[in-house]
């Protein structure tokens, strides 16, 4: 990867009134995260909340948010840092240790780009959207989660190491606390130039794989073909946290699946290795008991049946698996079991499967017979993930749900901005 330092835009705490959140408390999650109540809940809360440049209101919103971030700028809420700096991002997880990344510019012109794969296939989604607002601001206002091939040892010449002596309280600049979950979001600067030539040449031999923000990498591209950007400029980057593959509090949380088509029931029953009844009565207990189950195990409840727990077997997938060391469930699914149904691997794009984060809520749409069959997925362990991706190959679509969540608005990058 080919990292720059960037001189940040940041709240600045200035100009607030009595009872107005700290600077911090300002972030946003990512503006997919966001629906139109929690929008509005967030515009209300305070007129310089992150929301509104990540998810604006109103009848011409791009030209809206550029106007209003010069307003910011001129009223002295948003600084920008006065040199180029590397951004540590720690994510200090409310039960306990912490999980880190490096916040800076990843190029993304020409060759630069290979360096950066995808993991999985990508659910089409328009990109107009994100990029009439970045043609409109020329800022960059959300990052996207990088995973870093890196060993995560305790050598120092790891990024971990780097990240871990650098996330420090004497270089913190801006906090953040998540009501949901607890979670503390801290950003930290590091101007040395030494140091920032360090992180270079320690990410330079390595590649990367865009855990979150697919689209919005793309979206980066697509702006930066278009304008020609001078490679080494903040317009030919993508802003992202880099985050090690081995880093300690990266959970990678399952996406499950409903069917929403009819398809042969018993082709797909003969495809798993065992069968057990499972006796619970909710989504959030199945997908507990596949959790704890040897892997590669599945749950599977089909319409009108009782739910149970599968072992599959990886020795029946077709040769042209992707990560077939890994033996992923997920994997197993599309490309064996669903395909012995009679589904291509194009239904998984489509509409003919419906994908759902919340266990609870696939268990009651097979209930109430909304779909043919649910299948709860267990979560992927760090390593899983990286021998499944080693070779650069791509997953199914919503394999993987990186969790925490990165926010919006702790430190940003306008493509004017002094890079180094």
């Known amino acids: 990867m080919n990292i720059l330092a960037f001189a940040g835009f940041r709240m600045s705490g200035r100009n607030r009134t009595a009872g107005s959140p700290d600077p911090g408390d300002l972030a946003a999650p990512p503006f997919d995260q966001i629906d139109d109540a929690a929008r509005d809940r967030f515009h209300a809360q305070s007129p310089h909340h992150f929301a509104h440049l990540t998810r604006p209101a109103g009848e011409q919103p791009y030209q ?11 009223q002295g809420a948003v600084v920008r840092d006065a040199a180029p700096a590397l951004y540590p991002y720690a994510i200090e997880l409310a039960q306990g240790g912490r999980r880190l990344g490096l916040c800076c510019l990843v190029g993304i012109r020409g060759s630069e780009s290979a360096s ?25 206002l959300e990052p996207v989660l990088l995973i870093a091939e890196d060993p995560g040892t305790p050598d120092s010449g ?18 953040h606390r998540d009501p949901a979950t607890g979670d503390r979001h801290v950003i930290y600067r590091i101007e040395d130039r030494a140091r920032i030539a360090s992180y270079r040449d320690t990410l330079a031999p390595r590649a990367a794989v865009i855990a979150d923000g697919h689209h919005r990498t793309k979206v980066a591209q697509l702006f930066a073909a278009k304008h020609t950007a001078q490679a080494g400029s903040a317009a030919a980057a993508k802003l992202a946290v880099i985050t090690s593959v081995a880093s300690r509090g990266l959970t990678i949380d399952p996406i499950h699946r409903g069917l929403a088509v009819k398809t042969d029931r018993a082709a797909i029953e003969s495809r798993a290795r065992s069968r057990a009844p499972f006796a619970g009565d909710s989504g959030e207990a199945l997908a507990a008991a ?57 239904n998984a794009r489509d509409g003919s499967i419906l994908y759902r984060a919340n266990p609870d809520s696939l268990f ?3 209930e109430r017979g909304e779909v043919q069959a649910g299948f709860w997925l267990p979560p992927m362990t760090p390593q899983a993930f990286a021998a499944a991706t080693k070779n650069g190959e791509v997953l199914p679509p919503k394999s993987t749900r990186f969790l925490p969540k990165l926010v919006s608005g702790l430190v940003w990058c306008g493509h004017d901005a002094a890079v180094g």
């Open 64 to 74: 809206q948010v550029a106007s209003l971030h010069d307003a910011w700028i001129a």
């Open 364 to 366: 009651q749409l097979v």
């Open 290 to 346: 596949v959790a704890a189950a040897p892997a590669p195990a599945l749950g599977v409840r089909f319409a009108g049946s009782p739910p149970e727990i599968w072992q599959l077997d990886p020795d029946l997938a077709p040769n042209d698996t992707p990560g077939r060391d890994a033996a992923l469930a997920v994997v197993l699914l599309h490309y064996d079991l669903l395909r012995a149904g009679g589904l291509e691997l194009s």
């Open 116 to 140: 950066l794969r995808p993991h999985e296939e990508t659910v089409d989604k328009p990109l107009q959207d994100r990029l009439a607002l970045l043609e409109a601001t020329r800022v960059d």
């Open 158 to 175: 790891t990024l971990d190491s780097m990240l871990a002596a650098d996330s420090v309280a004497k270089h913190e600049v801006a906090r």
